[in-house]
Each structure stands twice: as C-alpha cells, then as structure tokens.
C-alpha cells in the first residue's frame, strides 16, 4: 500500500518527491530550523535532502515510520513525522515549520492530523514527542494538539556540543477527542 496524502483546512501532508529536494535542502539549512531541531546539521550537506527522501519509502514500507511534507498554499513549509516502535505501538513524533511560515498555526495543525493518522490509521496506543526547553513554542504546538507535559530531562541530548535538556509531552489513544 502506497503512503496516503492528508489533508487539512489548510494543509496538504503528503509523501515527498524527488523533485522536493532543492526545495527541502535550502529549508532544512536555515540555521533557525537547525538550532531547534535533534538531528538536522548546519550547515545542511549539499545533496542531504535527497538522500533523505530516498529513506522514506522503505521506512513506509517496513512500518518502521512515515514522512511527510507539510504544504500549504505558498508550497513547502515544513516536515512532519512518525518513528514507530511496533513492540509498544507507540510512536514518536518530529516535526519542523520553515522560519516564513512560523506564527501560523501550521505546526499545531499538521500535529493535531498526525495524531489522529497514528491513532487510526497505524494503529498506535501513545505518540510521544519532545523539545529542547530552549524552544517552548514547540511546546505550546504539543499542548494545543492535546499532548500532555510528562517531564522534564535534563540534559538528554547533545546538539553542536552542548547538553541540551529535553520537555518531553505524550498523548494516549484513549485521550484523543
């Protein structure tokens, strides 16, 4: 079965294309969406994006995760995800708006129609997701989309050298309303 498109009010979430790759590269670089992200590097290697893409749809395939681009009416605006544990049935949650359409909404609305996708389409029980403190508006995003503050970790993860404490938020299948 092929990855699905979703749609939103605004939205389009859908798998992405070889062709978003010139589009993407400059956008994962900008420093703004690199300082707050785990595992996005500044500066972004030349050709990063569409080795990145190329992952996807074995990660679909194999249940392993889902991708998609976030697109709005301008085009292109950010990435959202899903990591599945199967063992659990849980799956962690990524995502990243580009700096021009911060403000929006589109963040809280791509994660509110994730969820429901985890919830019913993969069938998961809990989708987790976390933010450096240093960036709480992801972390109104996940509060607005119905996650619930589980926590603080400190110093949980390294990004450019430096310990970075972690707020970690989590919602249940049986919370979705």
């Known amino acids: 079965m092929n990855q699905p498109t979703l749609k939103t009010r605004r939205l389009t979430l859908r798998p992405f294309t070889a062709a978003d790759a ?13 300082d707050t992200t785990l595992n996005i590097p500044h500066p972004y290697p030349k050709g990063g994006a569409a080795t990145w893409i190329a992952t996807h749809p074995a990660a679909w395939a194999t249940g392993a995760g889902v991708v998609f681009a976030i697109v709005s ?28 359409h911060w403000g929006k909404g589109y963040a809280t609305e791509a994660v509110v129609e994730i969820i429901r996708f985890g919830f019913e389409d993969l069938h998961l029980h809990r989708i987790h997701a976390a933010h450096f403190t240093r960036n709480p508006a992801s972390g109104r995003v996940m509060q607005k989309a119905g996650m619930q503050f589980e926590g603080i970790h400190r110093g949980l993860y390294c990004k450019n050298g430096k310990f970075e404490d972690a707020a970690r938020y989590a919602i249940v299948r049986t919370e979705l309303a």
């Open 22 to 34: 010139p589009v993407l590269e400059p956008l994962a670089g900008l420093p703004e969406v690199a």
């Open 73 to 100: 009416g301008d085009g292109l605006c950010g990435v959202i995800d899903i990591t599945r544990d199967a063992r659990h049935q849980s799956g962690e949650l990524g995502y990243w708006i580009a700096p021009a």
